[in-house]
């Protein structure tokens, strides 16, 4: 008897399109915290985090357990899926730090890069707002 999760290929490839959905909010949702776009340390980012730590344990844990019968064959889920958690681990290890200096890494690294570009749309804007007034 086969894998389900990999001979299945509609499976398949619902869950490399699910992990890849899964990766982009959660990078989007960490870089957007950075940058400042939440002011509030959010809530639903660690909720989604933990969302997304069971997840990927669930899968690990049937893909890999010690009582397959049959021997795994790795494929390219299981190559994505592994390199996604040790990003995860790295991200979840290093989230707290974050909250806890986001302030100062806003102020003396995000800003100063941000805060000029922010004044140049403003600008613009109101320039162009000007011109559309005469």
């Not at 982009?24 to 980012?45: A, E, M, R, T």
């Amino acid at each position: 008897m086969g894998d389900i999760l990999v001979d299945n290929k509609k499976i398949y490839n619902f869950e490399l399109n699910f992990l890849t959905g899964l990766k982009i909010v959660n990078y989007l949702c960490v870089f957007l915290f950075i940058i400042g776009f939440f002011q509030d340390k959010p809530s639903f980012l660690i909720d989604f985090n933990t969302f997304f730590k069971v997840i990927l344990a669930l899968f690990l844990i049937y893909r890999f357990n010690n009582y397959r019968k049959n021997p795994i064959k790795f494929t390219e889920l299981d190559r994505k899926i592994c390199y996604s958690t040790g990003i995860f681990i790295i991200l979840i290890s290093f989230i707290d730090y974050i909250t806890y200096n986001i302030d100062y890494v806003r102020a003396n690294f995000i800003l100063p890069i941000t805060t000029p570009i922010i004044n140049y749309f403003e600008n613009k804007s109101k320039t162009t707002l000007k011109n559309l007034d005469q």
